[in-house]
């Protein structure tokens, strides 16, 4: 009786270790759709960070309000990965998005690119699709950093609703 | 006729086994996660962090030693 039991808990164990192997096969390499990501505004999260610096930003209800240039965040996806287009839907209140770049060396070195597309989405809301070829970039410690570049007075703002980022192979 | 498991009167022994599985699993899985991570960063620490598995196999290692 005894010996069944822990037969079958170690059966149990084994599916329960083999089941959270493949659940991370699949988050890291989704069958149906595109591995994406999406910057929380309000908190770093393992493989995307939220926008900094804070003395540029500034949050009101569910948008990032950007009041200075540039701002940067940091990415980490797994090496599989070549290609990531990123997606910002954002509100012009006088300052405009120009382009956003990728670090690409030591220092303060970029490989900024302006929007390969610009479509609108409503209310005034605007969506900018950026494209980076991540195996061109700077990865120290496994992080890439991404600005975002906007131009516009000082009293002149800008709104984030979305900063999504999809990669493929 | 019924047949009763009581948990509670099997032998203490059994106890000790179980511990030893559930320290097996997670050490194991510990090291596999720690592996892959180290190999491709981000494909677990992404999405979960191993870390969380050490205290089960502190406490599970530190039982088996008190047998």
């Avoid at chain 1, 670090?103 to 610009?118: A, C, D, H, Q």
């Avoid at chain 1, 992080?143 to 703002?157: C, D, L, P, R, V």
């Amino acid at each position: 009786m005894k010996k069944k039991i822990l037969k079958i808990i170690r059966i149990l164990l084994i599916i329960v270790v083999l089941l959270f192997l493949l659940w991370l096969v699949d988050k890291n390499f989704p069958v149906t759709k595109p591995l994406s990501f999406e910057v929380n505004f309000n908190q770093d999260q393992a493989a995307i960070s939220k926008l900094k610096p804070v003395s540029r930003l500034l949050k009101l209800g569910d948008n990032q309000v950007i009041l200075g240039s540039p701002v940067y965040f940091n990415f980490r996806p797994i090496q599989f990965y070549r290609l990531a287009r990123f997606e910002i839907v954002y509100q012009q209140n006088g300052r405009s998005l120009t382009e956003m770049g990728g670090k690409s060396g030591v220092g303060w070195s970029y490989n900024l690119e302006k929007p390969i597309l610009i479509s609108d989405v409503g209310n005034g809301w605007q969506k900018a699709i950026f494209d980076f070829d991540l195996t061109k970039l700077y990865r120290p410690r496994n992080f890439m950093e991404f600005i975002i570049n906007s131009s516009g007075e000082s009293n002149q703002t800008m709104a984030i609703n979305q900063i999504k980022v999809t990669l493929y192979r | 006729m019924k047949v009763k498991i009581n948990l509670f009167q099997l032998q203490s022994n059994f106890w000790l086994e179980l511990n030893q599985l559930v320290f097996r699993a997670s050490f194991i899985t510990f090291t596999i996660l720690f592996v892959l991570d180290f190999l491709l960063p981000g494909f677990v620490t992404n999405w979960f962090n191993p870390i969380w598995l050490l205290p089960i196999v502190l406490i599970t290692a530190l039982i088996q030693r008190e047998k």
